[in-house]
Structure formats: structure tokens, C-alpha cells
């Protein structure tokens, strides 16, 4: 009888790593189709400490005739902002499940030489880009990351980035398909609305008012670079409600966009120097685009953001 429930138990562990093996193949068979030999890449490898990171990842996407096809598909950790011959054309954040942004990018190529520019912020320096392109009448997945992409930098130089592997490369999990039905240039129809001159608040902080809250994206055109700080509010917010929610944001670029769409009435800046300007391009439609999840907290699990010093987000 022992005998007989002991090989009932090695049968039972052998299917269940059997079920497990399949089961493993066949998701990285799935994301594999979608993004081919694309791997996870990023920054740096110094991780000893934690502190704010952002890079830039530039692709050169060779058309010889644009056509229906072009698809770029994109998973970062912890937020991006793609940009297509200097287009703004997707944005968003990791998700539980690191979900897998597809975007019809089509109507943005020209024949010849395009750019990608995919900018990658995350909280620590634990992070990460997958990214991959079909281009009209080619393979699919002719431009993939760790293969094709570059590191930009102030100097000019164009190093290649750090290859963290294939996904599902730990911390990130299974990146799941989701079509996005537009991109953001065919989202934003309505022209940007700036806000009032800032009014200085104290030493390098600056308070920028809209006179009516305002349903969009926040862009800022930074000047210099080093650190900013940035907090947005709709309208009710105290100063003091502003201050608690100032995130840093590293390398100022020509242009900062907020990847979330929200009510924006004011914006809260620390800086060197203040912004050329402060802009809210509008959504005509309403829609809230929220990373769901919790982090686990001191006493009890905690509501996850997108800023969520955590690792992975869970």
C-alpha cells in the first residue's frame, strides 16, 4: 500500500512538472510571436542603492515603402514615452502582468529612415524596456531591442544598452497583448492649453495655475538639465497635499510628458530654473488609464502607483 502511494506521488510530481514545462514553453512561444528575439534591456547595472533612473533608447526604422503593418509594441518598467520622428506617439506604465502595448504606428512613417525614441523613467534603478516593431511589407519583428537599439546621451554617443536577457527575465513576468486603438497624436485633436506664468512659492519652487481644470496629458518644456520635481493636482489641493506628491524626474529632456491623463487645474515645479512652459494637451474623451495593484506597506498592503518604490510591482 506504501509502495503503491508512493509511485502515486512521483507520477503525480512528474505531470505536474510536465504541466508546468508545457505550460512554460508555450507562454514563451506566445510572447515570443509577438516580439520575437526582442530582450529586456536598460541603463546600468549599478543597483547597490536606490535612486530615480531614466534612459533613452533610439531605433532607426529602414521603410522602403510605408503601408498598413507598421506595429510597434512596447512593455517598460516603470513608465515610457515613444516618440516617432519626433512624434509623440504612445505612452504608459508597467502593470501587474507587465502588460504589452501594441500601437499602429503606420501613418507616422515616410519612406527611408525613421526614428524611434522610447524614454524609460523608473524609481529605482532596477528597470527595463521590451520593445519590438513590424515594419510594412517585411518580418515581423524587424526591429527589436537588444539587437537594434542604442543608448542616447548628452555627449552624442550612441553605446549600446545593457541586456538584461528574454523575457520573462525576473522581475517582470509574462508581458500580456493589448492593443491600444490609437496613437497619441490621433488621440490629441484639440490644441494645448498653458497655463498662467508660475508664481514663485519659494526658493526654486514654482506653482503653475490653468484657469479651469483641464482633462489630459501635462507637458512641461524643461530648461537645462539635472533634477525637477513635479506634482499635479486638479484644483483643491493645498500646497502642503502638492508637496506629499512631488516625484523627481532625472535628465530634463526638451520635452517632459506625463504618461497618466488626469484633471490637471495646477501644477506644482522644483527646479533650478522654471519651465519655458506648462501645457495640458486635451483628451476629448474621458478615460482613466490606472495601474491596478497593491505594494506591500509596514502595517497592511498598500494602493499601487506607478511611482510605487517597489520591485516588482505586484
Known sequence: MRYSNSWRRVVLGGCLILGWAWLHGFWRKEVGNLTG????????????????????????????????????????DREYVAWVNDVAAACGWSRPGFRLDVYDISHLLRPGKNRLRIEVRSPTPVGGLLAAVDLPKQATNAVVTGRDFLLESKAGLMPPPVVWGSPPRYPWAYPRAFSRPRTLDQLLVEEPLVAAPPTPIAPKSYLYLFPTPVFGYTVMYPRGGGWLWYAIGSSGESLEELKER????????EVFLDPEPRWVGQVLVVAAAPPGDVEVWPVAEPFRARA?????????????TRWSYRNPPE
Open 292 to 304: 491596478p495593484g497593491v505594494v506591500p506597506g509596514k502595517l497592511a498592503p498598500l494602493p499601487r
Open 246 to 253: 512631488l516625484q523627481p524626474f532625472l535628465g530634463t529632456p
Open 37 to 76: 528575439e526582442a530582450k529586456w534591456v536598460w541603463v546600468t547595472t549599478e543597483l547597490e542603492r536606490p535612486y530615480p533612473t531614466r534612459a533613452v533608447f533610439v531605433a532607426t526604422l529602414a521603410v522602403a515603402e510605408p503601408g498598413p503593418g507598421a506595429l510597434l509594441k512596447v512593455a517598460a
